[in-house]
């Protein structure tokens, strides 16, 4: 039987980070190859063909669908399953207290997908959406390099253009990006995004930015959308009488709310998305958010095997904690951090009754929040001045 698993992070986040290259090639290669070259030359093993989950393959079959080979980029990422090849199928039930723990927590799960992520040990930085990368000798220059071939979910191309769409028309559109990111600056000036060509883009930045790969595999942070099907909502591409019209029939007073409603993934089933999972009941109907597989996703197993291996996610929208812990003891969740185990004081709880709800905890190592350094520049004393540290609980 297999048991149910609840997990536990103690750092409140499932990214990050640190940078040490040493470590980011082993983790690299014990448990992602960055393209599937890297994995055939590293393990000496060959991907012959590849598979997909039965309800795809039923599409296929009547037409509905390309074949799998068709649908996955040139170079996939290869991922070493933590424990074994998983089984097509089910659904993986979650449980999230209202629309912004959705957003978030939920969403650490769901979509981190971003240029690049944190590895599973937080040590580096580690490829996934941008197969690799340069930096220049001077730090401020970073060179991105995209998957030829990737696709969004409604199987249009994943280019460059969808990220000078997302810098372009977005970040530096006023009304959509009143205050330019603070992530995106080095003091205090904003840099800048160049499509090279259509699998190639790169970030400059004034001065040195050391900690840039950092701050994209930090969170949530999509530097990138659709510019395809986003376009459709922006001025720079359609005419204002027909936004106009089309912000009227949604009920909005201005063109960049209508915006904002379409770019929602959580709210808009019609927005293509790079997510393993896209949405198919979205937030505000009922008590129920759903998602099914992205038939367009990127990353496939060492077996060949297209991912994920979930069919469906299912995640019931609840008003209280209280309501999420009680869903978790009773086993009525399948994989969850939080909101259900953000008290650590019902650990004992949860302990006690893993026999009754089938289920096993896993505790997480601490992630990149663990220290916090605060210095106290207006001490008088120019040693105390810089030797102020916090360890955090």
């Known amino acids: 039987m297999i048991r149910k698993l609840i997990m536990i992070l103690l750092a409140g986040a499932v990214c990050l980070l640190g940078t040490l290259p040493a470590l980011a090639q082993e983790v690299r290669r014990s448990q992602q190859?960055?393209?599937?070259?890297?994995?055939?030359?590293?393990?000496?093993?060959?991907?012959?063909?590849?598979?997909?989950?039965?309800?795809?393959?039923?599409?296929?079959?009547?037409?509905?669908?390309?074949?799998?080979?068709?649908?996955?980029?040139e170079e996939p990422i290869v991922i070493k399953p933590a424990e074994e090849i998983g089984q097509y199928g089910g659904t993986w039930r979650m449980v999230s207290v209202g629309r912004s723990n959705l957003e978030w927590h939920v969403g650490q799960f769901i979509g981190y997908e971003q240029l690049v992520r944190g590895a599973p040990d937080y040590s580096s930085v580690i490829p996934n959406i941008a197969k690799s990368w340069d930096v220049s000798d001077n730090g401020r220059v970073f060179t991105f390099y995209l998957r030829k071939g990737m696709?969004?979910?409604?199987?249009?191309?994943?280019?460059?253009?969808?990220?000078?769409?997302?810098?372009?028309?977005?970040?530096?559109?006023?009304?959509l990006t009143p205050a330019f990111p603070?992530?995106?600056?080095?003091?205090?000036?904003?840099?800048?995004?160049?499509?090279?060509?259509?699998?190639?883009?790169?970030?400059?930045?004034?001065?040195?930015?050391?900690?840039?790969?950092?701050?994209?595999?930090?969170?949530?942070?999509?530097?990138?959308?659709?510019?395809?099907?986003?376009?459709?909502?922006?001025?720079?591409?359609?005419?204002?009488?027909?936004?106009?019209?089309?912000?009227?029939?949604?009920?909005?007073d201005n063109w960049f709310e209508l915006f904002g409603d379409k770019n929602d993934?959580?709210?808009?089933?019609?927005?293509?998305?790079?997510?393993?999972?896209?949405?198919?009941?979205?937030?505000?109907?009922?008590?129920?958010v759903e998602l099914e597989r992205n038939p367009y996703y990127w990353k496939i197993d060492t077996d060949g095997n297209q991912l994920p291996y979930i069919d469906k996610v299912a995640?019931?929208?609840?008003?209280?904690?209280?309501?999420?812990?009680?869903?978790?003891?009773?086993?009525?969740?399948d994989l969850q951090a939080t909101p259900v185990l953000d008290n650590i004081s019902n650990y004992p709880m949860f302990m006690e009754n893993r026999e009754r709800g089938?289920?096993?905890?896993?505790?997480?190592?601490?992630?990149?929040n663990d220290v916090a350094f605060y210095f106290n520049f207006n001490h008088k004393d120019p040693v105390l001045r810089l030797s102020l540290i916090h360890i955090s609980e």
């Open 151 to 175: 696709k969004w979910s409604d199987g249009m191309p994943f280019t460059a253009d969808d990220i000078m769409f997302w810098y372009e028309d977005v970040i530096l559109n006023k009304e």
């Open 182 to 252: 603070d992530w995106l600056k080095v003091t205090g000036e904003p840099g800048k995004v160049e499509k090279i060509d259509d699998y190639t883009v790169r970030f400059v930045f004034a001065k040195p930015y050391g900690i840039f790969l950092d701050e994209l595999a930090r969170g949530i942070r999509e530097t990138f959308q659709p510019k395809h099907y986003m376009k459709k909502f922006h001025p720079r591409y359609t005419s204002v009488e027909k936004l106009e019209k089309m912000t009227k029939e949604a009920g909005f």
């Open 265 to 288: 993934f959580w709210g808009n089933p019609e927005r293509p998305t790079l997510y393993a999972w896209r949405i198919l009941i979205p937030f505000g109907v009922g008590t129920r």
């Open 358 to 368: 089938n289920y096993r905890i896993q505790a997480m190592p601490v992630g990149w």
């Open 315 to 333: 995640v019931s929208i609840v008003t209280q904690p209280e309501i999420a812990e009680l869903k978790g003891v009773s086993g009525e969740i």
């Open 33 to 73: 190859y960055d393209i599937l070259e890297e994995y055939q030359r590293i393990t000496g093993e060959k991907i012959e063909k590849f598979s997909e989950s039965p309800m795809l393959r039923t599409k296929v079959a009547a037409g509905e669908l390309p074949s799998v080979e068709k649908r996955l980029p």
